[in-house]
């Protein structure tokens, strides 16, 4: 499957000198747990709800005075467009990360990739096979 397939939903994105009440704001609006934080068009880093909580909870910061660049994941792991799942998941997994923005050549961010999609992808994929398998068994026969 092609990476494409995830760039059709808008991706949440903002400036990294938001601050994080804005970017918390944009997250709850959006339903989404991480926002894509650009600089002239191009990804420059990632803000996850995790960061929120780490760095502006953990730490007692106000999160009105806080700017998105402060804490943001800087320069984060990313996949080219033109790349695999297979790719993808080993990317995820060497990285240790939940979420990857998808890239085109020019780090313009096109989509981005959750391991929450990921498993519904390979949740549905295992049912049709299911599905596949117990359509072609006659029942009552070993």
Request: aromatic content about 2%; proline content about 3%.
């Amino acid at each position: 499957m092609s990476l494409h397939e995830f760039c059709r939903r808008r991706v949440v994105s903002m400036s990294r000198e938001g601050t994080i009440v804005e970017a918390c704001r944009l997250m709850e609006a959006h339903n989404v747990g991480c926002i894509v934080v650009e600089e002239d068009g191009k990804l420059c880093g990632i803000l996850t709800d995790r960061d929120i909580a780490l760095k502006i909870a953990g730490e007692s910061r106000d999160p009105a005075k806080t700017r998105v660049g402060e804490v943001m994941t800087k320069n984060p792991v990313r996949i080219s467009v033109d790349k695999g799942l297979q790719e993808l998941t080993s990317l995820m997994h060497s990285s240790h990360v939940r979420r990857v923005p998808i890239v085109n050549g020019v780090e313009k961010v096109l989509g981005i990739v959750t391991l929450d999609d990921l498993i519904a992808l390979i949740s549905d994929e295992m049912f049709e096979i299911g599905r596949t398998v117990a359509e072609g068994i006659p029942m009552g026969t070993a």
